[in-house]
């Protein structure tokens, strides 16, 4: 998918791409869905009897600012803050995890619906990179045009996510897969580890896996917060969505300060340089 070159000396603003990255990116993942659901369902009361006034739009708005904020924090930084990088995943996570519910419910396009449109932001968001930049490598995001491009394309796919999430656990009665929680997040697994398999034994684009692996996490992450916080006549094991998201964040500061976070060691970083 990225045939343009960069320069060896480029100093990537994004974590190294390890096993420690992949399991930070599921747990930020899953606590963008307990958290957002904790503002927009609990707080907000969009699932109760007496829900405010369009609480899902609400909930973007409110992500939406501070998601914003920490993009711009991001950019401005002139090098990797891991920090300050996880930060704004979880941000564009539970960013996504309200404007998807907001696409699908508020909007009433359904999942079908919404996760196409969806996809076709992420697709439109990656081809306009593509064509700008010559590259969606994320070895080469350095600059504030490629991480404009690069945060774009990752809130698009987090919202993408967190509606297949959905679509795959919801029943069938209610336009959904019918998988169930766990079903879902079973079947993301999988996925996952087919494309892992696919990395190892194969030579297609690490690009284009990187991309796919990572869209991948967001619905294994929604199905998996959904298992944890709804009602268990539901298959959830209804904790409080506070108190999960709580506990997730504090996990997700432990592994940050005990990995280690450097720049660059993306798939694909030994292609580009030949």
């Given at each position: 998918?990225?045939?343009?070159?960069?320069?060896?000396?480029?100093?990537?603003?994004?974590?190294?791409?390890?096993?420690?990255?992949?399991?930070?990116?599921?747990?930020?993942?899953?606590?963008?869905?307990?958290?957002?659901?904790?503002?927009?369902?609990?707080?907000?009361?969009?699932?109760?009897?007496?829900?405010?006034?369009?609480?899902?739009?609400?909930?973007?708005?409110?992500?939406?600012?501070?998601?914003?904020?920490?993009?711009?924090?991001?950019?401005?930084?002139?090098?990797?803050?891991?920090?300050?990088?996880?930060?704004?995943?979880?941000?564009?996570?539970?960013?996504?995890?309200?404007?998807?519910?907001?696409?699908?419910?508020?909007?009433?396009?359904?999942?079908?619906?919404?996760?196409?449109?969806?996809?076709?932001?992420?697709?439109?968001?990656?081809?306009?990179?593509?064509?700008?930049?010559?590259?969606?490598?994320?070895?080469?995001?350095?600059?504030?045009?490629?991480?404009?491009?690069?945060?774009?394309?990752?809130?698009?796919?987090?919202?993408?996510?967190?509606?297949?999430?959905?679509?795959?656990?919801?029943?069938?009665?209610?336009?959904?897969?019918?998988?169930?929680?766990?079903?879902?997040?079973?079947?993301?697994?999988?996925?996952?580890?087919?494309?892992?398999?696919?990395?190892?034994?194969?030579?297609?684009?690490?690009?284009?896996?990187?991309?796919?692996?990572?869209?991948?996490?967001?619905?294994?992450?929604?199905?998996?917060?959904?298992?944890?916080?709804?009602?268990?006549?539901?298959?959830?094991?209804?904790?409080?969505?506070?108190?999960?998201s709580v506990v997730l964040a504090v996990v997700i500061v432990l592994l940050i300060a005990i990995l280690p976070q450097r720049p660059g060691g993306h798939p694909g970083q030994a292609d580009a340089a030949t």
């Amino acid at each position: 998918m990225s045939s343009a070159k960069f320069p060896a000396d480029v100093i990537s603003k994004v974590p190294a791409v390890t096993l420690g990255f992949w399991v930070i990116k599921i747990l930020a993942t899953t606590l963008g869905e307990t958290g957002g659901d904790t503002v927009t369902m609990s707080w907000l009361g969009e699932t109760t009897a007496h829900p405010v006034p369009n609480g899902y739009l609400i909930g973007t708005a409110i992500f939406g600012v501070l998601l914003i904020a920490l993009v711009w924090a991001q950019v401005r930084s002139r090098e990797l803050n891991p920090w300050l990088y996880w930060a704004t995943i979880v941000g564009s996570t539970t960013c996504g995890t309200t404007l998807a519910d907001f696409a699908d419910r508020s909007l009433g396009i359904g999942y079908p619906g919404g996760s196409l449109l969806l996809l076709a932001c992420v697709l439109l968001s990656l081809f306009i990179w593509w064509r700008t930049v010559g590259t969606v490598d994320v070895n080469a995001v350095s600059g504030p045009r490629e991480e404009s491009f690069y945060w774009l394309t990752i809130t698009f796919s987090q919202t993408l996510g967190t509606a297949l999430g959905d679509w795959s656990a919801d029943p069938v009665s209610e336009g959904g897969w019918g998988l169930g929680y766990s079903g879902g997040a079973l079947v993301f697994g999988a996925a996952l580890a087919l494309l892992a398999i696919l990395y190892f034994g194969t030579k297609i684009s690490r690009v284009m896996l990187f991309w796919a692996a990572f869209i991948l996490t967001r619905p294994l992450g929604a199905t998996v917060g959904d298992w944890l916080d709804k009602p268990v006549a539901k298959g959830g094991l209804e904790m409080s969505r506070p108190i999960a998201s709580v506990v997730l964040a504090v996990v997700i500061v432990l592994l940050i300060a005990i990995l280690p976070q450097r720049p660059g060691g993306h798939p694909g970083q030994a292609d580009a340089a030949t």
